[in-house]
Protein backbone atom coordinates (compact mmCIF):
# COMPACT_ATOMS: atom_id res chain seq x y z
CA UNK A 1 0.00 0.00 0.00
CA UNK A 2 1.24 3.62 -0.66
CA UNK A 3 0.26 6.38 1.49
CA UNK A 4 0.08 10.41 0.50
CA UNK A 5 -0.47 12.68 3.26
CA UNK A 6 -2.11 15.89 3.03
CA UNK A 7 -1.10 18.68 5.82
CA UNK A 8 -1.55 22.53 6.11
CA UNK A 9 0.12 24.87 7.55
CA UNK A 10 -0.09 29.11 8.25
CA UNK A 11 -3.69 29.04 8.20
CA UNK A 12 -6.57 26.83 8.71
CA UNK A 13 -9.11 27.03 6.09
CA UNK A 14 -6.48 26.65 2.69
CA UNK A 15 -8.86 23.33 1.10
CA UNK A 16 -6.70 20.83 2.27
CA UNK A 17 -9.63 18.25 1.97
CA UNK A 18 -10.37 19.90 -1.90
CA UNK A 19 -6.13 19.49 -2.35
CA UNK A 20 -6.66 15.78 -0.89
CA UNK A 21 -9.38 14.56 -3.16
CA UNK A 22 -7.72 16.58 -6.16
CA UNK A 23 -4.40 14.65 -5.70
CA UNK A 24 -6.88 10.94 -5.75
CA UNK A 25 -8.91 12.52 -8.84
CA UNK A 26 -5.39 13.07 -10.51
CA UNK A 27 -3.86 9.44 -9.25
CA UNK A 28 -7.03 7.39 -10.13
CA UNK A 29 -6.60 9.28 -13.45
CA UNK A 30 -3.40 7.81 -13.83
CA UNK A 31 -5.04 3.80 -13.59
CA UNK A 32 -4.59 3.34 -9.43
CA UNK A 33 -7.04 2.58 -7.14
CA UNK A 34 -7.28 5.21 -4.79
CA UNK A 35 -9.55 5.21 -1.25
CA UNK A 36 -8.99 7.94 1.49
CA UNK A 37 -9.16 8.96 5.09
CA UNK A 38 -9.56 11.63 6.79
CA UNK A 39 -8.12 12.37 10.41
CA UNK A 40 -10.27 15.06 12.55
CA UNK A 41 -8.03 16.05 16.05
CA UNK A 42 -11.28 17.10 17.70
CA UNK A 43 -12.34 14.47 20.55
CA UNK A 44 -15.77 14.18 19.18
CA UNK A 45 -16.71 10.34 18.29
CA UNK A 46 -17.74 11.80 15.07
CA UNK A 47 -19.36 15.26 13.72
CA UNK A 48 -22.86 14.08 14.44
CA UNK A 49 -23.82 16.36 17.47
CA UNK A 50 -21.59 18.99 15.83
CA UNK A 51 -23.53 22.59 14.96
CA UNK A 52 -23.57 23.47 11.10
CA UNK A 53 -22.06 26.51 12.00
CA UNK A 54 -19.51 25.13 13.89
CA UNK A 55 -17.88 22.67 11.97
CA UNK A 56 -20.52 23.29 8.74
CA UNK A 57 -22.73 20.47 6.92
CA UNK A 58 -22.43 16.67 8.66
CA UNK A 59 -21.89 14.46 5.96
CA UNK A 60 -23.27 10.70 6.04
CA UNK A 61 -22.14 7.53 4.70
CA UNK A 62 -24.14 4.94 3.52
CA UNK A 63 -22.92 2.76 6.34
CA UNK A 64 -24.43 5.12 8.64
CA UNK A 65 -21.52 7.28 10.08
CA UNK A 66 -22.05 10.84 10.31
CA UNK A 67 -18.73 12.19 9.51
CA UNK A 68 -16.72 15.88 8.36
CA UNK A 69 -17.91 17.82 5.44
CA UNK A 70 -14.25 16.49 3.32
CA UNK A 71 -16.02 12.98 3.27
CA UNK A 72 -18.31 14.47 1.09
CA UNK A 73 -15.82 15.93 -1.08
CA UNK A 74 -13.63 12.79 -1.24
CA UNK A 75 -16.75 10.81 -2.23
CA UNK A 76 -17.75 12.88 -5.21
CA UNK A 77 -14.63 13.82 -6.85
CA UNK A 78 -13.52 9.99 -6.49
CA UNK A 79 -17.32 8.47 -7.08
CA UNK A 80 -16.16 5.94 -4.19
CA UNK A 81 -17.98 5.05 -1.01
CA UNK A 82 -16.40 5.29 2.31
CA UNK A 83 -17.21 3.93 5.76
CA UNK A 84 -17.17 5.73 8.68
CA UNK A 85 -13.71 4.24 10.02
CA UNK A 86 -12.49 6.39 6.99
CA UNK A 87 -12.82 9.23 8.98
CA UNK A 88 -10.42 9.07 12.40
CA UNK A 89 -10.85 11.10 15.46
CA UNK A 90 -9.45 11.87 18.73
CA UNK A 91 -12.58 10.58 20.08
CA UNK A 92 -12.35 7.09 18.24
CA UNK A 93 -8.98 6.93 19.02
CA UNK A 94 -8.59 7.31 22.42
CA UNK A 95 -12.16 5.44 23.18
CA UNK A 96 -10.51 2.45 21.52
CA UNK A 97 -7.34 2.33 23.82
CA UNK A 98 -9.53 3.26 26.87
CA UNK A 99 -12.18 -0.28 25.76
CA UNK A 100 -8.81 -2.38 25.11
CA UNK A 101 -7.03 -0.97 28.56
CA UNK A 102 -10.75 -2.10 30.55
CA UNK A 103 -10.67 -5.26 29.26
CA UNK A 104 -7.04 -6.04 29.79
CA UNK A 105 -5.57 -5.85 26.42
CA UNK A 106 -2.41 -4.28 27.72
CA UNK A 107 -2.04 -6.54 30.50
CA UNK A 108 -1.31 -4.07 33.09
CA UNK A 109 1.06 -2.10 31.47
CA UNK A 110 1.18 2.17 31.88
CA UNK A 111 -1.05 3.27 29.02
CA UNK A 112 0.04 6.24 27.33
CA UNK A 113 0.09 8.42 24.38
CA UNK A 114 3.36 7.62 22.98
CA UNK A 115 3.25 4.06 22.19
CA UNK A 116 -0.19 3.42 22.78
CA UNK A 117 -2.16 5.89 21.47
CA UNK A 118 -0.03 6.53 18.73
CA UNK A 119 -0.36 2.60 18.05
CA UNK A 120 -3.45 2.54 17.45
CA UNK A 121 -3.43 5.47 14.64
CA UNK A 122 -1.29 3.50 13.01
CA UNK A 123 -2.95 0.25 13.53
CA UNK A 124 -6.11 2.59 12.20
CA UNK A 125 -4.84 3.76 9.52
CA UNK A 126 -3.24 0.18 7.85
CA UNK A 127 -6.76 -1.81 9.01
CA UNK A 128 -8.76 0.89 7.11
CA UNK A 129 -6.90 1.54 4.07
CA UNK A 130 -7.11 -1.85 2.42
CA UNK A 131 -10.94 -1.58 2.30
CA UNK A 132 -12.09 -1.33 -0.88
CA UNK A 133 -14.20 1.34 -1.51
CA UNK A 134 -14.49 1.45 -5.15
CA UNK A 135 -17.20 -1.39 -5.45
CA UNK A 136 -13.68 -3.60 -6.84
CA UNK A 137 -12.15 -6.48 -4.38
CA UNK A 138 -9.28 -6.16 -3.08
CA UNK A 139 -7.35 -3.48 -1.81
CA UNK A 140 -6.66 0.32 -3.28
CA UNK A 141 -2.94 0.98 -4.78
CA UNK A 142 -2.93 4.70 -3.30
CA UNK A 143 -4.38 5.65 0.24
CA UNK A 144 -4.70 9.38 0.66
CA UNK A 145 -4.63 10.97 3.89
CA UNK A 146 -5.50 14.25 4.99
CA UNK A 147 -4.25 15.96 8.39
CA UNK A 148 -7.17 18.51 9.65
CA UNK A 149 -5.68 21.33 11.70
CA UNK A 150 -2.63 23.47 11.38
CA UNK A 151 0.82 22.63 11.30
CA UNK A 152 3.62 25.61 11.73
CA UNK A 153 1.66 28.58 12.32
CA UNK A 154 2.91 32.28 12.91
CA UNK A 155 1.71 33.83 15.66
CA UNK A 156 2.72 37.36 17.14
CA UNK A 157 3.32 38.87 20.66
CA UNK A 158 1.31 41.48 21.93
CA UNK A 159 3.96 43.33 23.15
CA UNK A 160 6.54 43.46 20.51
CA UNK A 161 4.89 41.70 17.34
CA UNK A 162 8.01 39.28 17.21
CA UNK A 163 7.49 35.90 14.71
CA UNK A 164 7.07 33.18 17.30
CA UNK A 165 6.27 29.51 15.54
CA UNK A 166 3.77 27.85 16.66
CA UNK A 167 4.06 23.98 16.77
CA UNK A 168 -0.03 24.19 15.38
CA UNK A 169 -3.20 22.92 17.21
CA UNK A 170 -2.06 21.49 20.11
CA UNK A 171 -4.58 18.57 19.88
CA UNK A 172 -3.19 17.54 16.46
CA UNK A 173 0.30 16.26 18.44
CA UNK A 174 -0.53 12.69 19.10
CA UNK A 175 -1.43 12.01 15.15
CA UNK A 176 1.71 14.06 13.72
CA UNK A 177 3.77 11.92 15.82
CA UNK A 178 1.94 8.76 14.79
CA UNK A 179 2.98 10.07 10.71
CA UNK A 180 6.33 10.87 11.86
CA UNK A 181 6.50 6.75 12.94
CA UNK A 182 4.37 5.69 10.23
CA UNK A 183 6.45 7.28 7.76
CA UNK A 184 9.17 5.50 9.09
CA UNK A 185 7.15 2.41 9.36
CA UNK A 186 6.43 1.76 6.25
CA UNK A 187 9.86 2.88 4.21
CA UNK A 188 10.54 5.40 1.74
CA UNK A 189 9.17 4.72 -1.54
CA UNK A 190 5.89 4.04 0.06
CA UNK A 191 4.90 7.70 1.92
CA UNK A 192 4.67 10.79 0.55
CA UNK A 193 4.03 14.50 2.25
CA UNK A 194 2.58 17.18 0.40
CA UNK A 195 1.96 20.21 2.41
CA UNK A 196 -0.49 22.85 1.11
CA UNK A 197 0.67 26.16 2.81
CA UNK A 198 -0.17 29.82 1.97
CA UNK A 199 1.84 32.31 0.01
CA UNK A 200 0.61 35.71 0.82
CA UNK A 201 0.72 39.05 -1.02
CA UNK A 202 1.05 42.15 0.66
CA UNK A 203 -1.37 44.62 -1.25
CA UNK A 204 1.04 47.29 0.06
CA UNK A 205 3.86 45.85 -1.69
CA UNK A 206 2.53 43.19 -4.32
CA UNK A 207 5.28 41.05 -3.29
CA UNK A 208 4.79 37.11 -2.87
CA UNK A 209 5.77 36.65 0.42
CA UNK A 210 7.54 32.93 1.58
CA UNK A 211 8.31 33.46 5.44
CA UNK A 212 4.82 32.07 6.52
CA UNK A 213 5.60 28.89 4.23
CA UNK A 214 9.53 28.69 5.43
CA UNK A 215 8.27 28.72 9.27
CA UNK A 216 5.34 26.30 8.39
CA UNK A 217 8.08 23.85 6.64
CA UNK A 218 10.01 24.57 9.70
CA UNK A 219 7.64 23.35 12.18
CA UNK A 220 6.66 20.85 10.37
CA UNK A 221 10.19 19.40 10.07
CA UNK A 222 11.29 19.49 13.64
CA UNK A 223 7.71 17.35 14.02
CA UNK A 224 9.57 14.89 12.33
CA UNK A 225 8.03 14.82 8.96
CA UNK A 226 9.43 15.90 5.56
CA UNK A 227 7.49 17.27 2.66
CA UNK A 228 8.11 16.07 -0.40
CA UNK A 229 5.88 18.37 -2.48
CA UNK A 230 5.06 22.17 -1.72
CA UNK A 231 1.57 23.09 -2.72
CA UNK A 232 0.94 26.69 -2.41
CA UNK A 233 -1.77 28.61 -2.36
CA UNK A 234 -1.51 32.03 -3.87
CA UNK A 235 -4.10 34.71 -5.72
CA UNK A 236 -1.72 34.29 -8.64
CA UNK A 237 0.93 31.63 -10.22
CA UNK A 238 4.01 31.65 -8.03
CA UNK A 239 7.30 33.68 -9.82
CA UNK A 240 9.92 31.50 -10.75
CA UNK A 241 12.05 33.31 -8.57
CA UNK A 242 9.66 33.01 -5.41
CA UNK A 243 10.05 29.11 -6.21
CA UNK A 244 13.68 29.17 -5.98
CA UNK A 245 13.73 30.73 -3.04
CA UNK A 246 10.89 28.16 -1.43
CA UNK A 247 13.29 25.48 -3.03
CA UNK A 248 16.13 26.73 -1.35
CA UNK A 249 14.79 27.30 2.05
CA UNK A 250 12.83 24.12 2.13
CA UNK A 251 14.30 21.65 0.95
CA UNK A 252 12.07 20.68 -1.55
CA UNK A 253 12.90 20.63 -5.86
CA UNK A 254 11.25 23.74 -7.64
CA UNK A 255 9.94 21.46 -9.66
CA UNK A 256 7.83 19.98 -6.98
CA UNK A 257 6.64 23.02 -5.90
CA UNK A 258 3.18 24.00 -7.25
CA UNK A 259 1.29 26.60 -7.14
CA UNK A 260 -2.82 26.53 -6.45
CA UNK A 261 -3.95 29.47 -7.20
CA UNK A 262 -7.58 31.23 -7.42
CA UNK A 263 -9.28 29.59 -10.16
CA UNK A 264 -13.22 30.07 -11.40
CA UNK A 265 -14.47 27.21 -10.31
CA UNK A 266 -13.79 23.91 -8.40
CA UNK A 267 -13.24 21.30 -11.07
CA UNK A 268 -9.87 23.60 -12.16
CA UNK A 269 -7.92 22.11 -9.03
CA UNK A 270 -7.24 18.63 -10.22
CA UNK A 271 -5.74 20.20 -13.62
CA UNK A 272 -3.47 22.62 -12.08
CA UNK A 273 -2.30 19.40 -10.01
CA UNK A 274 -1.55 17.45 -12.55
CA UNK A 275 1.76 19.01 -12.78
CA UNK A 276 2.38 17.32 -9.45
CA UNK A 277 1.56 13.49 -10.94
CA UNK A 278 5.56 12.67 -11.65
CA UNK A 279 6.59 14.11 -8.40
CA UNK A 280 4.44 12.10 -6.54
CA UNK A 281 4.63 8.48 -9.04
CA UNK A 282 8.38 9.56 -8.45
CA UNK A 283 8.19 9.98 -4.17
CA UNK A 284 6.14 6.55 -4.37
CA UNK A 285 7.87 4.31 -7.24
CA UNK A 286 4.92 4.37 -8.98
CA UNK A 287 6.38 5.06 -12.61
CA UNK A 288 6.55 2.19 -14.21
CA UNK A 289 2.65 1.03 -13.00
CA UNK A 290 1.07 4.18 -13.23
CA UNK A 291 0.21 5.96 -16.89
CA UNK A 292 -0.33 9.37 -18.01
CA UNK A 293 -3.12 10.84 -16.49
CA UNK A 294 -6.26 11.20 -18.59
CA UNK A 295 -8.28 14.51 -17.24
CA UNK A 296 -10.40 14.90 -20.24
CA UNK A 297 -13.25 14.96 -18.48
CA UNK A 298 -12.55 17.26 -15.64
CA UNK A 299 -11.30 19.47 -18.37
CA UNK A 300 -14.17 19.63 -19.95
CA UNK A 301 -16.68 19.98 -17.12
CA UNK A 302 -14.11 23.04 -15.70
CA UNK A 303 -14.78 24.60 -19.33
CA UNK A 304 -18.27 24.23 -19.38
CA UNK A 305 -18.81 25.30 -15.88
CA UNK A 306 -17.24 29.12 -16.83
CA UNK A 307 -19.03 29.21 -20.35
CA UNK A 308 -22.25 28.65 -18.89
CA UNK A 309 -24.46 32.40 -18.43
CA UNK A 310 -27.56 31.82 -18.86
CA UNK A 311 -28.88 31.83 -14.97
CA UNK A 312 -31.33 29.52 -13.24
CA UNK A 313 -32.33 31.15 -9.72
CA UNK A 314 -32.76 28.65 -6.67
CA UNK A 315 -33.96 30.40 -3.18
CA UNK A 316 -32.47 27.92 -0.81
CA UNK A 317 -34.68 28.60 2.19
CA UNK A 318 -33.05 27.26 5.77
CA UNK A 319 -31.72 28.43 9.19
CA UNK A 320 -28.27 28.41 8.34
CA UNK A 321 -27.64 30.35 5.21
CA UNK A 322 -25.49 32.53 6.78
CA UNK A 323 -22.70 29.58 6.09
CA UNK A 324 -22.66 28.52 2.82
CA UNK A 325 -20.75 25.22 4.28
CA UNK A 326 -23.85 24.08 6.40
CA UNK A 327 -25.68 23.09 3.38
CA UNK A 328 -22.13 22.35 0.73
CA UNK A 329 -23.57 18.73 -0.57
CA UNK A 330 -27.26 20.43 -1.21
CA UNK A 331 -25.10 23.22 -2.95
CA UNK A 332 -22.80 20.98 -4.60
CA UNK A 333 -25.72 19.01 -6.08
CA UNK A 334 -27.68 21.91 -6.98
CA UNK A 335 -24.82 23.08 -9.31
CA UNK A 336 -24.14 19.24 -10.46
CA UNK A 337 -27.57 19.41 -11.78
CA UNK A 338 -27.55 23.02 -13.51
CA UNK A 339 -24.31 21.94 -15.26
CA UNK A 340 -25.68 18.86 -16.75
CA UNK A 341 -28.91 21.37 -17.93
CA UNK A 342 -26.41 24.11 -19.51
CA UNK A 343 -27.46 26.45 -16.48
CA UNK A 344 -25.42 28.98 -14.29
CA UNK A 345 -26.25 28.54 -11.27
CA UNK A 346 -27.43 31.32 -8.66
CA UNK A 347 -28.43 30.61 -5.05
CA UNK A 348 -30.34 33.07 -3.00
CA UNK A 349 -29.84 32.29 0.47
CA UNK A 350 -33.18 32.90 2.59
CA UNK A 351 -33.05 32.65 6.11
CA UNK A 352 -35.92 31.58 6.93
CA UNK A 353 -37.51 33.29 9.84
CA UNK A 354 -37.32 36.21 7.75
CA UNK A 355 -40.26 35.21 5.80
CA UNK A 356 -42.15 35.28 9.32
CA UNK A 357 -44.93 37.55 10.25
CA UNK A 358 -42.76 38.82 13.56
CA UNK A 359 -39.75 39.55 10.84
CA UNK A 360 -42.54 41.76 9.48
CA UNK A 361 -43.31 43.52 12.26
CA UNK A 362 -39.28 43.55 13.90
CA UNK A 363 -37.20 44.54 10.83
CA UNK A 364 -39.08 45.04 7.87
CA UNK A 365 -36.53 45.50 5.08
CA UNK A 366 -34.91 41.65 5.94
CA UNK A 367 -38.90 40.44 5.55
CA UNK A 368 -39.13 42.43 2.51
CA UNK A 369 -35.84 41.27 0.84
CA UNK A 370 -36.66 37.72 1.56
CA UNK A 371 -40.29 37.72 0.12
CA UNK A 372 -38.22 39.26 -2.96
CA UNK A 373 -35.78 37.10 -3.14
CA UNK A 374 -38.36 34.12 -3.03
CA UNK A 375 -40.49 35.72 -6.04
CA UNK A 376 -37.96 36.00 -7.86
CA UNK A 377 -36.80 32.57 -7.37
CA UNK A 378 -37.30 29.93 -10.65
CA UNK A 379 -37.41 27.28 -8.20
CA UNK A 380 -37.49 26.62 -4.30
CA UNK A 381 -35.49 23.80 -1.92
CA UNK A 382 -36.25 23.75 1.43
CA UNK A 383 -33.11 21.45 3.05
CA UNK A 384 -33.16 19.56 6.15
CA UNK A 385 -32.28 20.68 9.23
CA UNK A 386 -33.46 20.37 13.32
CA UNK A 387 -35.46 22.29 15.95
CA UNK A 388 -38.54 24.28 15.21
CA UNK A 389 -36.50 28.09 14.60
CA UNK A 390 -38.09 29.08 11.67
CA UNK A 391 -40.41 26.58 10.46
CA UNK A 392 -43.22 28.61 9.98
CA UNK A 393 -40.85 30.50 7.71
CA UNK A 394 -40.49 27.21 5.67
CA UNK A 395 -44.15 26.59 5.62
CA UNK A 396 -44.99 29.82 4.21
CA UNK A 397 -42.08 28.86 1.60
CA UNK A 398 -43.65 25.71 0.81
CA UNK A 399 -46.96 27.47 0.52
CA UNK A 400 -45.70 29.99 -1.89
CA UNK A 401 -44.59 27.03 -4.26
CA UNK A 402 -47.55 24.87 -3.76
CA UNK A 403 -49.98 27.96 -4.47
CA UNK A 404 -47.98 29.86 -7.43
CA UNK A 405 -46.42 26.52 -9.56
CA UNK A 406 -43.07 26.89 -8.40
CA UNK A 407 -40.89 23.99 -8.89
CA UNK A 408 -40.12 23.13 -5.47
CA UNK A 409 -37.70 20.10 -3.68
CA UNK A 410 -38.40 19.49 0.11
CA UNK A 411 -35.26 17.41 2.06
CA UNK A 412 -36.28 15.98 5.39
CA UNK A 413 -37.40 18.34 7.41
CA UNK A 414 -38.59 20.31 3.99
CA UNK A 415 -41.28 16.90 3.04
CA UNK A 416 -42.02 17.28 6.96
CA UNK A 417 -43.05 20.90 6.46
CA UNK A 418 -44.93 20.19 2.94
CA UNK A 419 -47.28 17.59 4.57
CA UNK A 420 -47.98 20.18 7.29
CA UNK A 421 -48.86 23.05 5.05
CA UNK A 422 -50.87 20.46 2.69
CA UNK A 423 -52.84 20.04 6.00
CA UNK A 424 -53.44 23.33 7.23
CA UNK A 425 -54.12 25.02 4.03
CA UNK A 426 -55.22 21.90 1.55
CA UNK A 427 -57.40 19.87 4.06
CA UNK A 428 -58.30 22.88 6.75
CA UNK A 429 -56.76 21.48 9.65
CA UNK A 430 -55.56 24.15 11.16
CA UNK A 431 -53.79 22.66 14.18
CA UNK A 432 -51.77 20.09 12.17
CA UNK A 433 -48.70 19.58 13.35
CA UNK A 434 -45.43 17.60 14.07
CA UNK A 435 -44.75 16.00 17.35
CA UNK A 436 -41.46 17.61 16.83
CA UNK A 437 -42.47 21.11 17.15
CA UNK A 438 -45.73 20.53 19.35
CA UNK A 439 -45.89 17.42 21.45
CA UNK A 440 -49.82 18.17 22.48
CA UNK A 441 -51.13 18.45 19.08
CA UNK A 442 -54.35 17.38 17.86
CA UNK A 443 -53.55 16.84 14.42
CA UNK A 444 -49.67 14.94 14.45
CA UNK A 445 -49.10 14.85 11.07
CA UNK A 446 -45.28 13.79 11.46
CA UNK A 447 -44.75 11.58 14.64
CA UNK A 448 -41.56 10.42 17.04
CA UNK A 449 -39.80 7.69 14.94
CA UNK A 450 -39.68 4.16 17.01
CA UNK A 451 -35.66 3.57 17.17
CA UNK A 452 -35.32 7.31 17.90
CA UNK A 453 -34.36 8.78 21.08
CA UNK A 454 -35.90 11.79 22.67
CA UNK A 455 -32.87 11.92 25.11
CA UNK A 456 -29.97 11.52 23.72
CA UNK A 457 -28.22 13.19 20.63
CA UNK A 458 -25.52 11.24 19.37
CA UNK A 459 -26.33 7.83 17.30
CA UNK A 460 -29.85 8.18 17.81
CA UNK A 461 -30.87 8.49 14.07
CA UNK A 462 -32.63 6.96 11.25
CA UNK A 463 -28.99 6.77 9.42
CA UNK A 464 -27.38 5.92 6.50
CA UNK A 465 -28.76 4.01 3.01
CA UNK A 466 -32.29 2.82 3.55
CA UNK A 467 -34.22 1.36 0.89
CA UNK A 468 -37.70 2.83 -1.26
CA UNK A 469 -40.08 1.24 -2.90
CA UNK A 470 -41.70 3.52 -5.47
CA UNK A 471 -45.53 2.69 -5.06
CA UNK A 472 -46.41 4.54 -7.89
CA UNK A 473 -44.55 4.33 -11.28
CA UNK A 474 -46.23 7.17 -13.24
CA UNK A 475 -44.97 9.90 -11.14
CA UNK A 476 -42.09 12.15 -11.72
CA UNK A 477 -39.96 10.60 -9.24
CA UNK A 478 -39.61 7.42 -10.45
CA UNK A 479 -39.48 8.52 -14.08
CA UNK A 480 -36.45 10.91 -12.80
CA UNK A 481 -34.68 7.34 -10.99
CA UNK A 482 -35.22 5.73 -14.65
CA UNK A 483 -38.74 4.03 -13.59
CA UNK A 484 -36.95 1.85 -11.09
CA UNK A 485 -38.88 -0.22 -8.77
CA UNK A 486 -37.14 0.95 -5.85
CA UNK A 487 -33.70 3.71 -4.74
CA UNK A 488 -31.35 3.43 -2.44
CA UNK A 489 -30.71 6.80 -0.73
CA UNK A 490 -29.17 8.22 2.53
CA UNK A 491 -30.89 9.21 5.77
CA UNK A 492 -30.30 11.64 8.75
CA UNK A 493 -33.22 12.62 10.77
CA UNK A 494 -34.77 11.72 14.41
CA UNK A 495 -38.41 12.84 13.01
CA UNK A 496 -40.06 11.63 9.66
CA UNK A 497 -43.36 12.21 7.96
CA UNK A 498 -45.04 8.59 9.44
CA UNK A 499 -48.79 10.06 8.34
CA UNK A 500 -51.19 7.97 11.21
CA UNK A 501 -53.07 5.18 9.05
CA UNK A 502 -56.37 6.63 9.37
CA UNK A 503 -54.95 9.63 7.53
CA UNK A 504 -53.25 8.59 4.21
CA UNK A 505 -56.64 7.89 2.78
CA UNK A 506 -57.52 11.62 3.31
CA UNK A 507 -54.31 12.94 2.33
CA UNK A 508 -54.45 11.43 -0.73
CA UNK A 509 -57.96 12.13 -1.75
CA UNK A 510 -57.42 15.81 -1.20
CA UNK A 511 -54.23 15.36 -3.47
CA UNK A 512 -51.40 14.34 -1.88
CA UNK A 513 -49.81 11.49 -3.31
CA UNK A 514 -47.19 9.36 -1.57
CA UNK A 515 -45.51 7.72 -4.37
CA UNK A 516 -42.63 6.27 -1.93
CA UNK A 517 -42.52 4.08 1.26
CA UNK A 518 -40.36 1.90 2.77
CA UNK A 519 -39.89 -1.62 2.96
CA UNK A 520 -42.42 -1.66 5.78
CA UNK A 521 -44.91 0.17 3.54
CA UNK A 522 -45.80 2.35 7.07
CA UNK A 523 -42.77 5.09 6.55
CA UNK A 524 -43.78 8.11 3.52
CA UNK A 525 -40.31 8.30 1.81
CA UNK A 526 -41.46 10.53 -1.25
CA UNK A 527 -44.50 12.49 -1.84
CA UNK A 528 -45.49 14.49 -4.88
CA UNK A 529 -48.10 16.80 -6.08
CA UNK A 530 -49.35 15.04 -9.39
CA UNK A 531 -51.54 18.71 -10.43
CA UNK A 532 -48.20 20.53 -9.73
CA UNK A 533 -45.10 21.54 -12.11
CA UNK A 534 -42.62 19.89 -9.68
CA UNK A 535 -43.72 19.58 -6.31
CA UNK A 536 -41.46 16.98 -4.44
CA UNK A 537 -40.38 15.71 -1.15
CA UNK A 538 -38.54 13.05 0.48
CA UNK A 539 -37.35 12.05 3.46
CA UNK A 540 -33.83 10.82 2.68
CA UNK A 541 -31.26 13.14 1.94
CA UNK A 542 -30.32 12.44 -2.01
CA UNK A 543 -27.58 15.15 -2.17
CA UNK A 544 -25.06 12.86 -0.34
CA UNK A 545 -25.19 10.79 -3.98
CA UNK A 546 -25.08 13.28 -6.09
CA UNK A 547 -21.39 13.72 -8.49
CA UNK A 548 -20.09 16.11 -10.88
CA UNK A 549 -20.97 13.31 -13.72
CA UNK A 550 -23.75 11.88 -12.17
CA UNK A 551 -26.47 14.62 -10.71
CA UNK A 552 -29.17 13.27 -8.19
CA UNK A 553 -32.26 12.65 -9.84
CA UNK A 554 -34.11 14.24 -8.01
CA UNK A 555 -31.98 17.45 -7.84
CA UNK A 556 -31.98 17.49 -11.65
CA UNK A 557 -36.13 17.13 -11.62
CA UNK A 558 -35.79 20.31 -9.53
CA UNK A 559 -33.59 22.56 -11.74
CA UNK A 560 -34.82 21.11 -15.36
CA UNK A 561 -38.61 22.04 -13.98
CA UNK A 562 -36.91 25.54 -13.42
CA UNK A 563 -35.62 26.00 -16.65
CA UNK A 564 -38.35 24.73 -18.84
CA UNK A 565 -36.68 21.09 -19.60
CA UNK A 566 -38.53 18.93 -17.11
CA UNK A 567 -40.62 17.34 -20.04
CA UNK A 568 -37.45 16.75 -22.08
CA UNK A 569 -35.76 15.34 -19.54
CA UNK A 570 -38.16 12.87 -18.16
CA UNK A 571 -38.62 11.46 -21.73
CA UNK A 572 -34.98 10.22 -21.52
CA UNK A 573 -33.69 10.46 -17.55
CA UNK A 574 -31.08 7.71 -17.94
CA UNK A 575 -28.76 10.46 -19.86
CA UNK A 576 -29.63 14.07 -18.78
CA UNK A 577 -27.06 15.76 -21.02
CA UNK A 578 -28.64 14.35 -23.96
CA UNK A 579 -31.85 16.60 -24.04
CA UNK A 580 -29.78 19.90 -24.61
CA UNK A 581 -26.91 20.15 -27.36
CA UNK A 582 -24.10 21.46 -26.92
CA UNK A 583 -21.14 21.73 -29.15
CA UNK A 584 -17.00 22.26 -28.05
CA UNK A 585 -15.13 24.75 -30.31
CA UNK A 586 -12.24 24.65 -31.81
CA UNK A 587 -10.14 25.57 -28.39
CA UNK A 588 -11.96 23.08 -26.94
CA UNK A 589 -14.57 25.37 -24.93
CA UNK A 590 -17.83 24.25 -24.81
CA UNK A 591 -20.72 26.26 -26.84
CA UNK A 592 -23.75 25.52 -24.93
CA UNK A 593 -27.27 26.09 -26.75
CA UNK A 594 -29.25 28.88 -25.29
CA UNK A 595 -32.62 28.43 -24.14
CA UNK A 596 -34.98 30.86 -22.81
CA UNK A 597 -33.98 31.75 -18.61
CA UNK A 598 -37.45 29.60 -17.54
CA UNK A 599 -38.87 31.95 -15.21
CA UNK A 600 -42.17 30.89 -14.55
CA UNK A 601 -43.68 33.85 -12.36
CA UNK A 602 -42.30 36.56 -14.85
CA UNK A 603 -39.73 37.60 -13.16
CA UNK A 604 -36.82 39.27 -14.55
CA UNK A 605 -33.07 38.11 -13.59
CA UNK A 606 -31.85 40.46 -11.73
CA UNK A 607 -28.34 40.59 -10.36
CA UNK A 608 -28.49 40.40 -6.35
CA UNK A 609 -25.95 39.37 -4.14
CA UNK A 610 -25.65 35.35 -4.05
CA UNK A 611 -23.13 32.65 -4.43
CA UNK A 612 -23.03 32.22 -8.16
CA UNK A 613 -21.01 28.82 -8.92
CA UNK A 614 -18.55 30.09 -6.43
CA UNK A 615 -14.80 30.62 -7.29
CA UNK A 616 -12.78 27.69 -5.80
CA UNK A 617 -11.27 30.52 -3.06
CA UNK A 618 -13.78 33.12 -2.97
CA UNK A 619 -11.70 36.62 -1.53
CA UNK A 620 -7.46 35.18 -2.11
CA UNK A 621 -7.08 34.94 1.38
CA UNK A 622 -7.57 31.27 2.19
CA UNK A 623 -10.98 30.76 2.10
CA UNK A 624 -13.07 28.76 0.10
CA UNK A 625 -16.26 28.54 -1.14
Known sequence: MK??????????????????????V????????????????????????????????????DDGGEVDLDLGNYER????????????????????????????????KTVQVVPHITDAIQEW??????????????????????????????????????GILDAGDIESMPFIEALGQFSYRVGPGNFCLVHVSLVPVLSVVGEQKTKPTQHSVRGLRGLGLTPNILACRSTKVLNENVKEKLSQFCHVPASNIITLND?????????????????????????GVAREPDLDEWTNRAKLCDSLHDPVRIAMVGKYTGLSDSYLSVWKALLHASVACRKKLVVDWVPSTDLEDTTAKEAPDAYKAAWNLLKGADGILVPGGFGDRGVQGKILAAKYAREKNVPYLGICLGMQIAVIEFARSVMNLQDANSTEFDPDTRTPCVVFMPEGSKTHMGATMRLGSRRTYFEVTDCKAAKLYGNVSYVDERHRHRYESQVNPDMVAK?????????????????????????????????????????????SALFLGLIASSCGQLDALLQNPSQPNKHIPAK?????????????NGHQNGHAYKPVKSLVNGNYYANGNGVHV
Request: aromatic residues 8%; charged residues 20%.
Open 584 to 596: ISSNGVFSPKVYP
Open 125 to 162: IERVAVIPVDGKEGPADVCVIELGGTIGATIFSRHNNN
Open 263 to 287: VTNIWHIPLLLRKAHDAILKVLNLQ
Open 3 to 24: YVLVTGGVVSGLGKGVTASSIG
Open 507 to 551: FESAGLAFVGKDETGKRMEIIELPAHPYFVGVQFHPEFKSRPGKP
Open 77 to 108: FLDIKLTCDNNITTGKIYQSVINKERRGDYLG
Open 26 to 61: VLKACGLRVTSIKIDPYLNTDAGTMSPFEHGEVFVL
